[in-house]
């Protein structure tokens, strides 16, 4: 009786593991994974930039829109400090609404 207990336990306990392994088998996955496959290279980081590379960023532009290219007053210092705050950066006013009849697919912002 007490070896068909044991029996049923060590079952049980198997069985238990095995759905255990089977339901947290992604977790078990990335403890071998070192995920190099995903991994980009120093290349595409640093593409062509020759002896001093930088990687590739984000344009410095800073787009400002408003009905017309002609800021109002009570907006000019704001763009003031803006400019003056990022020297390095280009600044664009653009209109997005070129004239009143414009419709949406004739808007050109460029």
Same mark, same amino acid.
């Given at each position: 009786m007490k070896a068909r207990r044991s029996g049923w336990? *060590?079952?049980l306990v198997i069985t238990i593991i095995l759905i255990l392994l089977f339901k947290?088998?992604?977790l078990f996955r990335l403890l071998v994974e %070192? @995920? @190099?496959e995903e991994a980009s290279s120093v290349y595409a980081?640093? /593409?062509?930039? @020759? *002896?001093?590379p930088k990687p590739e960023l984000i344009p410095? &532009? &800073?787009h400002q829109t408003y009905?017309?290219?002609a800021i109002p007053k009570k907006w000019q210092r704001s763009q003031n400090h803006t400019i003056s705050k990022h020297k390095d950066y280009e600044y664009?006013? /653009?209109?997005p609404f070129p004239s009143?009849? *414009?419709? &949406? %697919?004739e808007i050109v912002l460029d």
């Open positions: 336990f *060590a079952f947290f088998r992604f %070192d @995920g @190099g980081l640093f /593409r062509g930039q @020759g *002896a001093n410095k &532009i &800073i009905k017309t290219t664009m006013v /653009r209109n009143s009849t *414009a419709r &949406i %697919d």
